[in-house]
């Protein structure tokens, strides 16, 4: 199993550029997150996806949109990159029930908008 | 509101010597609490977790953390460190009441000298 995969792992942007982060999953797991991490600010949650078919904003969703695309799919888009969006990020999943406080995560994207 | 307040951005120990990282939370609920690590240049993995059950709760590569209600604390130990514990580590706390949300800590940033 591959566990939860990211692409690109590395991105350079410029000011205005859109793109769009993709995350997957191969663990069969229901709900999904997208992170942010910067230094000295722990990560922060962007958006997540409870079950397929759902979104909900994180504590930084301005200037981010996402997509469940199925249940093994969790893409972020930044529509309009801004410097301030330079930063790490992060995919996770976890299961419901059981083990389902875990989150699993993907190795990253580095962003940098110029 | 939850909360999660990681005492000392970088800690440094000798090989050998006792690591001690320290986590106080904030919670109107019962917590489920984590520390995770993150090693340079890959994404958060689990290191252990505190769902009510015993309160000392032991994780992988040896390390330990104790549910302290009265204190509002769960420092995370270990006994004797290894050059190869050189890693960023992250305290959580989720309450699992809807949404799944986990804030993070800023992290601790520890250092294992030879």
């Known amino acids: 199993n591959a566990g939860v995969t990211q692409t690109p792992k590395f991105q350079v942007l410029k000011t205005g550029q859109s793109m769009t982060l993709q995350c997957a999953q191969d663990m069969n797991h229901n709900s999904m997150y997208w992170y942010r991490q910067d230094p000295g600010m722990g990560l922060r949650l962007i958006y997540y996806?409870?079950?397929?078919?759902?979104?909900d904003k994180g504590e930084v969703p301005n200037g981010y949109n996402v997509s469940r695309l199925n249940k093994r799919e969790f893409s972020l888009r930044l529509e309009s990159a801004a410097p301030s969006q330079t930063s790490v990020y992060f995919c996770a999943s976890s299961e419901i029930g059981g083990d389902q406080e875990t989150q699993y995560f993907g190795p990253g994207t580095r962003l940098l908008v110029l | 509101a939850q909360s999660v307040t990681q005492l000392g951005s970088h800690v440094s120990v000798s090989e050998g010597a006792l690591v001690l990282l320290r986590c106080n939370y904030s919670s109107s609920v019962p917590p489920y609490l984590f520390w995770y690590v993150q090693y340079p240049n890959q994404g958060l993995q689990l290191l252990l977790k505190?769902?009510?059950?015993?309160?000392l709760v032991k994780g992988i590569n040896g390390f330990e953390a104790e549910f302290k209600k009265s204190e509002t604390s769960f420092h995370l130990t270990k006994p004797s460190a290894h050059m190869s514990d050189a890693a960023e580590y992250f305290c959580a706390v989720t309450n699992n009441t809807g949404g799944f949300k986990t804030i993070f800590g800023a992290g601790t940033r520890l250092f294992v000298k030879a």
């Open positions: 505190y769902t009510s059950a015993a309160t």
């Open positions: 996806s409870a079950s397929e078919g759902t979104t």
